[in-house]
């Protein structure tokens, strides 16, 4: 229900910012109970022929040890207009090449995961976080999201130990135990490096979409912005950096940092 309130909520907004929608349709619904022991939160689960809709999936398990104060940002980073734009527009998208529509996993983590922090700050624009709660969880998922930079970072390029790593996790976010050994495990030896992606990405969006305003002033239209860094689906930055800069005919100073 807290998922689908914040879902009702962004709906009748999305016009006023996106200028087109995708045609999947799009919902929430728990994981696999037996796959929720080794996740956190869930993943966004992209349409496909069997199964039309987009959902993201959340794990149900241990309730009480999950805090619903990041359902809302939460939703807006892994649906609305996050994931779900982002993955089931590029799989409707008939101008790029099949092996292009179809690569949304593992695909480019920084665009992928940058576009859905990236849609996750947007809901504030977009007068979603009016609400002190809501507010909160965005500031607390932020929190979480620059702690992995150092957590990651720390056990793989300089040796820390899992149990400094949670250490260091249990002092700096908001995560009970579980979520927490969880979340590690995933740095260390699922996937090292990938939650680097969120806020690189991310970074890189919000420096694009400044300098399009910059030049453009008050003939700035973000919808049009949008179709820009969405039309050619998930690519490397540079590569987005280079398509922003031709589309509206800019001279972007130095590269990905």
Excluded: C
Excluded at 95 to 115: C, D, K, M
Excluded at 162 to 175: K, S, V
């Amino acid at each position: 229900r807290r998922y689908r309130q914040a879902i009702a909520r962004i709906v009748p907004r999305m016009p006023a910012y996106f200028s087109r929608q995708p045609a999947a349709p799009f919902d929430v619904r728990r994981l696999d109970p037996a796959a929720e022991g080794s996740m956190t939160f869930g993943y966004y689960q992209p349409p496909t022929a069997a199964e039309p809709t987009g959902e993201y999936r959340f794990n149900g398990s241990r309730l009480g040890e999950r805090s619903l104060v990041f359902a809302a940002p939460l939703i807006y980073h892994e649906l609305l207009p996050g994931h779900h734009f982002q993955i089931a527009l590029q799989l409707e998208n008939a101008a790029l090449p099949p092996f292009r529509r179809h690569l949304t996993e593992p695909g480019f983590n920084a665009y992928t995961e940058g576009w859905g922090e990236y849609s996750s700050a947007l809901a504030g624009e977009m007068g979603l976080y009016d609400d002190p709660y809501v507010r909160l969880g965005r500031l607390m998922q932020d929190a979480f999201l620059s702690m992995r930079l150092v957590v990651d970072t720390g056990m793989n390029a300089y040796g820390w130990s899992l149990e400094r790593a949670r250490r260091y996790m249990a002092l700096n976010t908001y995560q009970s135990e579980t979520e927490i050994a969880t979340e590690s495990l995933r740095y260390a030896t699922a996937i090292p490096g990938q939650a680097l992606g969120y806020k690189m990405g991310h970074r890189v969006f919000e420096e694009l979409r400044a300098a399009v305003q910059a030049q453009q002033g008050e003939t700035f239209d973000i919808r049009t912005f949008h179709d820009a860094v969405l039309d050619g689906g998930a690519m490397p930055l540079s590569v987005l950096q280079a398509q922003v800069s031709r589309v509206f005919g800019l001279r972007l100073p130095g590269t990905v940092r």
